[in-house]
Protein backbone atom coordinates (compact mmCIF):
# COMPACT_ATOMS: atom_id res chain seq x y z
CA UNK A 1 0.00 0.00 0.00
CA UNK A 2 1.30 3.16 -1.10
CA UNK A 3 0.88 6.31 0.72
CA UNK A 4 -1.61 8.94 -0.78
CA UNK A 5 -0.26 11.83 -2.21
CA UNK A 6 -0.15 15.22 -0.26
CA UNK A 7 -2.19 16.61 -3.97
CA UNK A 8 -5.61 14.34 -3.04
CA UNK A 9 -5.90 15.97 0.23
CA UNK A 10 -6.41 12.02 2.27
CA UNK A 11 -3.49 11.78 3.63
CA UNK A 12 0.04 13.05 3.96
CA UNK A 13 2.72 11.54 1.81
CA UNK A 14 5.99 9.07 4.19
CA UNK A 15 8.04 11.18 5.06
CA UNK A 16 10.27 8.14 5.76
CA UNK A 17 9.86 4.99 7.22
CA UNK A 18 12.27 2.27 9.25
CA UNK A 19 12.86 -1.29 9.88
CA UNK A 20 14.34 -3.18 11.86
CA UNK A 21 14.72 -6.97 10.99
CA UNK A 22 15.12 -9.75 13.52
CA UNK A 23 18.61 -10.10 13.82
CA UNK A 24 18.62 -6.32 14.77
CA UNK A 25 19.54 -6.43 19.10
CA UNK A 26 16.48 -5.28 21.34
CA UNK A 27 18.53 -2.82 22.77
CA UNK A 28 19.85 -1.32 19.42
CA UNK A 29 15.92 -0.68 18.50
CA UNK A 30 14.85 0.80 21.62
CA UNK A 31 17.62 3.08 21.33
CA UNK A 32 16.15 4.56 18.43
CA UNK A 33 13.25 4.35 19.71
CA UNK A 34 13.90 6.04 22.91
CA UNK A 35 15.84 9.01 20.72
CA UNK A 36 13.07 8.88 18.25
CA UNK A 37 10.64 9.51 21.10
CA UNK A 38 13.17 12.53 22.69
CA UNK A 39 11.10 15.47 22.99
CA UNK A 40 14.60 17.61 22.83
CA UNK A 41 15.09 20.10 20.30
CA UNK A 42 17.47 19.00 17.53
CA UNK A 43 20.57 20.72 16.72
CA UNK A 44 19.81 22.13 13.20
CA UNK A 45 22.05 24.07 10.56
CA UNK A 46 21.17 27.89 10.22
CA UNK A 47 19.08 27.25 7.33
CA UNK A 48 18.13 24.21 7.38
CA UNK A 49 14.14 23.60 6.83
CA UNK A 50 12.62 21.95 9.58
CA UNK A 51 8.98 22.75 8.74
CA UNK A 52 6.97 19.71 6.66
CA UNK A 53 3.41 20.07 5.66
CA UNK A 54 2.21 17.37 8.06
CA UNK A 55 3.93 18.74 11.31
CA UNK A 56 1.79 18.65 13.86
CA UNK A 57 2.74 21.18 16.71
CA UNK A 58 0.65 19.74 19.71
CA UNK A 59 3.02 17.43 21.73
CA UNK A 60 1.77 14.26 22.21
CA UNK A 61 -0.10 12.86 25.50
CA UNK A 62 2.04 9.86 25.87
CA UNK A 63 5.16 10.17 27.65
CA UNK A 64 8.42 8.78 25.59
CA UNK A 65 8.73 5.74 27.36
CA UNK A 66 4.71 4.53 26.54
CA UNK A 67 5.78 5.42 22.94
CA UNK A 68 8.85 2.66 23.28
CA UNK A 69 6.76 0.30 25.36
CA UNK A 70 4.16 0.23 22.64
CA UNK A 71 6.99 -0.13 19.63
CA UNK A 72 8.78 -2.68 21.35
CA UNK A 73 5.80 -5.15 22.68
CA UNK A 74 4.48 -4.43 18.72
CA UNK A 75 8.45 -5.46 17.23
CA UNK A 76 8.38 -8.72 19.48
CA UNK A 77 4.79 -9.75 18.63
CA UNK A 78 5.88 -9.31 14.86
CA UNK A 79 9.19 -11.26 15.60
CA UNK A 80 6.87 -14.22 17.19
CA UNK A 81 4.51 -14.22 14.35
CA UNK A 82 7.15 -14.35 12.08
CA UNK A 83 8.86 -16.75 13.82
CA UNK A 84 6.11 -19.36 14.15
CA UNK A 85 5.79 -18.80 10.29
CA UNK A 86 9.33 -19.87 9.71
CA UNK A 87 8.68 -22.64 11.98
CA UNK A 88 5.18 -23.63 9.91
CA UNK A 89 7.11 -23.80 6.41
CA UNK A 90 10.29 -25.83 7.65
CA UNK A 91 8.34 -28.31 9.66
CA UNK A 92 9.86 -31.53 7.75
CA UNK A 93 7.41 -33.51 5.76
CA UNK A 94 7.08 -37.05 7.81
CA UNK A 95 9.12 -39.60 6.64
CA UNK A 96 7.46 -42.11 4.34
CA UNK A 97 7.32 -45.66 5.29
CA UNK A 98 10.14 -47.39 4.53
CA UNK A 99 9.71 -49.57 1.00
CA UNK A 100 9.23 -53.28 1.17
CA UNK A 101 11.79 -55.18 -0.61
CA UNK A 102 10.47 -57.50 -2.91
CA UNK A 103 11.53 -61.40 -1.54
CA UNK A 104 12.62 -63.33 -4.52
CA UNK A 105 9.75 -66.00 -5.03
CA UNK A 106 10.30 -69.62 -3.43
CA UNK A 107 11.43 -72.41 -6.21
CA UNK A 108 9.69 -75.37 -6.15
Known sequence: MRPASPATGSSPARV???YFDEDVPAHLVGAFLT????????????YDRTGHYSAVQEPSPLRPQQVVDAHTARIESLRARARSARKQQTKPAPTPAPAHTAQ????R
Request: aromatic fraction near 6%.
Open 104 to 107: PAAR
Open 35 to 46: ALADRSPLQRGM
Open 16 to 18: WHA
